[in-house]
């Protein structure tokens, strides 16, 4: 019995963990961790409006995308920012010895016009489709003018010299180098590849990503331009 009562004592000595406190605890922070992430996915809501197109807004304050610029067209005529004014741009970067994206881009830019054309002309006729060349060692006038042919029959094509070009690329944010490839004997040009959509004030409004669809592009100009 004594011993009983002398074992019995030293369990009632040791002090033991309050288990609905250790419970509250981690039911306390678990809901802080929850609060956090959910006041993080809000601000970066605010930030991002989102969506994709929030993201390019947001973008719209922070990067500056185009500027001014000074290129020849595929008529032979020297175009600048100026030209376009009151117009909305297009405008994409690319090269005509594009083996397979760019004239897939420029197709897709061309069908979209080509709907917005039937289902909204009055904002279709608002839009000039402007392509730059990034390989000005090859496009030349006469070449632009050829591959012109092959896209939309508004499309103004343009060129210049390398520092002109890499001027009009540099406002862009748009990314160039050329990469030799040995097994052709020639080279290519290693590219970003965005369509660009500037605004009659010659400021960036939007952009849409190469894999967009002719649909997905008209129906984000009717959204962003007004008829």
Not at 25 to 46: E, T
Not at 97 to 114: E, F, H
């Amino acid at each position: 019995m004594t011993q009983d009562s002398s074992t019995s004592g030293k369990g009632a000595g040791k002090k033991q963990p309050d288990v609905r406190r250790v419970r509250a605890l981690i039911v306390f922070l678990v809901g802080l961790l929850v609060l956090l992430g959910g006041a993080g996915a809000y601000v970066w809501s605010l930030r991002t409006g989102g969506s994709e197109d929030g993201a390019q807004q947001a973008g719209k304050g922070a990067v500056q995308v185009g500027g001014p610029f000074e290129l020849v067209d595929h008529k032979g005529r020297t175009r600048t920012e100026a030209d376009f004014a009151g117009q909305h741009m297009l405008t994409y970067f690319g090269y005509t010895y594009c083996p397979d994206v760019c004239p897939t881009s420029l197709s897709v830019m061309t069908q979209a016009l080509d709907l917005l054309e039937e289902q909204a002309p009055e904002i279709a006729e608002k839009i000039v489709p402007v392509f730059v060349t990034v390989d000005p060692e090859r496009d030349d006038v006469a070449a632009l003018a050829s591959y012109a042919e092959h896209f939309h029959p508004r499309m103004v094509a343009l060129t210049g010299g390398p520092e002109q070009v890499a001027a009009a690329a540099k406002a862009y944010r748009v990314y160039y180098r050329k990469v030799e490839d040995e097994s052709a004997g020639d080279y290519l040009m290693d590219h970003s590849s965005f369509i660009y959509l500037m605004g009659p004030d010659g400021l960036y409004v939007s952009h849409f990503m190469h894999n967009a669809t002719a649909q997905e592009i008209a129906d984000g100009l009717k959204a962003r331009i007004e008829s």
